[in-house]
């Protein structure tokens, strides 16, 4: 999760942040005003997205998590998001699929302190100059200075560790597994975005010991299947698997490995979540050692380091799902994590419907919504005076309930409901004799085609290339790469560098700058295509002499 | 939740720390090197507690929290404990059961910024006062300083409140009820102990707004109410509900409502958790109105402000629950919140036990271990080689498991399981055929035995006094008492001064220090008994000229 230098000038990030707070709180102002409108007294107002995610990708995924009241910003400190209900939501949705498998691999849960102190983190090289530049010390308690400054936890390899040298005294107590749910701090310098890029994020770091590579290596795929099962079975979203490159692995860590997604709308990469083995690596500096339970013949008693791994899946995740499905309405919600799934609006009452009509056709809503609920659905009605089945359908659109139900006289005379699909707007009508089924079935539909055009979008734009003068206009093309590669550090560096499209001096906002931007390794993913010749195919990069190894994922990336 | 300031001078609370520091550091010693022998042999050590609850309390409590596994001191800053799985698990049950009955009352979960800044903070004067001596302050980012530096959070009224008088734009907006789950950082100065008092902790804090004094005032009652079912039937600990004093109330707050629970050991007071109306204080400072709904006929659209609650429950829970059951063994836990309820240990079979017999009888221990998880039991075997049943009988007695089946040849004969209360030690038999509905039905009567015992203790040692010269022995008697009295802060501090006894400055535990503190107000309890008769019934304090408002319960506290 180490993260490479800004790649940006200061000012230009200033400059950047700065757009896209302005457009943030242009967006936060107009709905205030529609609301306060609202609030008053009876309104037709649109409450819609301002921006078209196809125009102004950057603006448009700001307005929408804002106005959807997935976040706030906080504006006392710069970099700093609030997590709002209905992000809550959907993170306690991952947090509950997640633990329960965890908890199947009998991993426990524990709870370390926020704070680490700067002997612990020094202990391993790597990993110190890796977070060094952006962590935040405290350094007074009340008006008293401390007498040793401690930083905010941005991983806890270094919190943990000392307290797996003094727990682990036998090969009996491995493996060791622990995890924890809890907030980290990272004091970026690079510009923040709601979800994907935050000073402080909401996360779960999983940190274990085993007695030989193996076994840890087996448990470090274990858990990236459950981190792709996040993705592909609650988000609807496609990833693909594979393992970092040397230049981009863990600091301190001796591999890594990543689901990676795609975001169609600007073709950049994104890392979805690590899982990585650390090796030895912690396990020396810090001294973790059990006695060799199987000591070779004429051997004496012989103390091994242990093999570790760390783990993490962050609040990243909703940002993605939100970029991939959303639309110029809105939020689009794959059910399976949706906090409500079905919204019911009576359609057709209006002032010339009788009391006595009104009342029968709402005690028909209620018997809609009950029997939902008895089939397990997660499901309100829309009841509210004062506002048109317009003005509600936008307010729900906005939200990204997965399925709309409009229940009028005229359906109420055929008995059915008529529907329509928040992801592709298609509309129809159900008999209300068989709701109970039917609309679970539309819902998990829904789930299924949210993913398979995802899945399209990601298939089709992930570009086998074997042709350099290829590689850039794939790029622009929003395409990410497949290339045979070196795997070399230096190698890499190159490629970013001239890929690099000529500097974008215009004042635009930092997205639309993003085609300038040089590629990087995103992964090698596990699934290789054929084609490669060891000790014949040449690295793709024309500048490199070398021979390719794999077939390395490349792209423009968050 | 605000604290009064220190009562003992620094460099006795040195002395104190150091001392009760040394001695769990020496129990953890010994703790490793027992656990180290039987790691590489065959051992019969008895790895128990060896400090007695009525001798010494503090150590006592010390060595039960770290030999069971429950916590462990993190060295490297002072102040700060790792919470293990052993507490986690019971932690995440009493999430769990809290949670379940929050979202009935539709409060909703988010996740705000872990820093404030000073600006926000210092918006209600007593709230800053109360909490500026604890706060950790954020002063550089990695080797930059900050333009302002940034508090973490010691609570988080002034994180949140910004953003309620955004987001509350109408009556319609009420009420608004947020939860997070999260840690809190306040830098004490006084001596730290696992649980009862650490620089972090994990709790809940619950931040609501209401549109009437009444309908804030009905939630503290209801949340109250949750936080002593908490208490008493998950960790069958009685409380007592009241209401705190001004003088205790919650800086900034209107008044605060608490459930009080009591160390029979030392027969102190302990704060259990906190709920609080904090009236229109915040709303007023930070500007969160709404429009009246019902304005007075002939008058004009009036702004009023809302009405705010806070309420939180911490870790602290734990600490109460391990310090009222725990014996000279260790700990004792409750069966609602056990991790393991019954750990099945197999006697009976040594050396002269034929392979196939040993056989026969694991099998048996698999099938005994089936049928009680298939009725809901968390249960276990504990088939270790190389411990003897009395080793292992130690074991999970250090670690409170509430009920111990021993079951060998002569059960097997009989068709029975033998059994060993952990709370009372009592023994018997259950048939086998009947284990599925007598051990559930046993560990319910092990629950409740538990709180009526509990329960029976503290009715026992409150007592309602009213001759004031009777107060101190009471006390030292390790009661609480109730007196009448006038609800002056500064008869309450009177009282504290004229009730600690001649100070102690032997060398001893800090815990046996405890005799010479004053006491404190813990409550004005909502069950108040009879007598008091306004403007007639003196104030108990000899000092005081007041008449008494209502029957106060102090003591000497945690």
């Not at 200033?14 to 107009?30: D, L, R």
């Amino acid at each position: 999760m180490a993260e490479p230098p800004a790649e940006q000038s200061k000012s230009a990030l200033k400059k950047a942040e700065k757009q896209a707070k302005m457009a943030a709180e242009k967006a936060a102002k107009a709905a205030k005003q529609s609301l306060a409108v609202v609030g008053g007294k009876k309104t037709d107002d649109i409450i819609g997205i301002t921006v078209s995610k196809s125009q102004n990708f950057s603006a448009w995924y700001q307005e929408v998590v804002l106005k959807a009241e997935m976040i706030d910003y906080y504006n006392e400190i710069s970099g700093f998001f609030i997590l709002r209900p209905a992000s809550m939501y959907i993170w306690n949705t991952i947090r509950k699929w997640f633990q329960e498998r965890i908890e199947a691999m009998e991993v426990e849960e524990a709870s370390f302190p926020m704070f680490l102190s700067s002997k612990s983190l020094e202990k391993e090289k790597d990993h110190v100059e890796g977070f060094a530049p952006e962590l935040a010390w405290v350094t007074k308690a009340g008006d008293k200075d401390l007498e040793v400054p401690v930083a905010v936890r941005p991983t806890s390899e270094a919190v943990m560790y000392p307290y797996f040298s003094k727990w682990i005294r036998s090969h009996r107590d491995l493996p060791l597994r622990l995890n924890q749910w809890n907030s980290v701090v990272r004091w970026e310098a690079k510009q923040t975005t709601p979800f994907l890029r935050a000073r402080e994020f909401l996360w779960q770091e999983g940190h274990t010991a085993h007695l030989t590579e193996e076994l840890a290596g087996e448990e470090v795929l274990q858990i990236l299947e459950l981190y792709a099962g996040v993705y592909e079975q609650l988000l609807a979203v496609p990833v693909v698997r594979g393992r970092k490159t040397e230049k981009e692995k863990f600091a301190g860590g001796y591999y890594t490995t990543t689901v990676e997604g795609y975001i169609p709308s600007n073709g950049r990469g994104i890392q979805g979540a690590t899982s990585h083995c650390l090796g030895q690596n912690f396990s020396k500096m810090f001294d973790i050692t059990v006695e060799d339970p199987a000591p070779k013949a004429g051997e004496g008693a012989k103390h091994i380091h242990v093999w570790q791994n760390s783990w993490g899946l962050s609040t990243r995740v909703i940002g993605v799902m939100v970029m991939i499905h959303g639309d110029d309405k809105g939020l689009v919600l794959p059910p399976r994590i949706a906090r409500l799934q079905v919204i019911i609006i009576p359609v057709g009452i209006n002032k010339n419907t009788s009391p006595e009509d009104k009342t029968k056709h709402y005690d028909k809503l209620q018997e809609l919504k009950d029997s939902l609920k008895k089939a397990g659905v997660r499901v309100d009605y829309d009841t509210r005076e004062g506002y048109t089945p317009a003005w509600k359908f936008n307010d729900w659109e906005l939200k990204g309930v997965p399925l709309r139900l409009e229940y009028g006289p005229k359906d109420a005379a055929q008995s059915v409901v008529s529907f329509a699909r928040r992801d592709t707007g298609e509309k129809g009508t159900i008999a209300i004799s068989s709701i109970a089924t039917e609309v679970p079935a539309l819902l998990e539909k829904i789930q299924s085609d949210m993913y398979n055009k995802a899945d399209a979008a990601f298939r089709s734009h992930r570009l086998v290339i074997t042709n350099w003068d290829e590689v850039v206009p794939a790029l622009d093309s929003k395409n990410v790469v497949l290339i045979p590669h070196c795997l070399e550090e230096k190698c890499e560096d190159r490629i970013k560098e001239i890929t690099k499209g000529a500097p974008d001096e215009t004042d635009g906002p930092a997205d639309q700058k993003a085609p300038s931007m040089g590629m990087k390794s995103l992964c090698i993913p596990f699934e290789q295509p054929e084609g490669i010749v060891k000790g014949e195919t040449k690295c793709l990069n024309p500048e490199c002499t070398a021979f390719a190894e794999k077939w390395c994922m490349f792209g423009r990336s968050y």
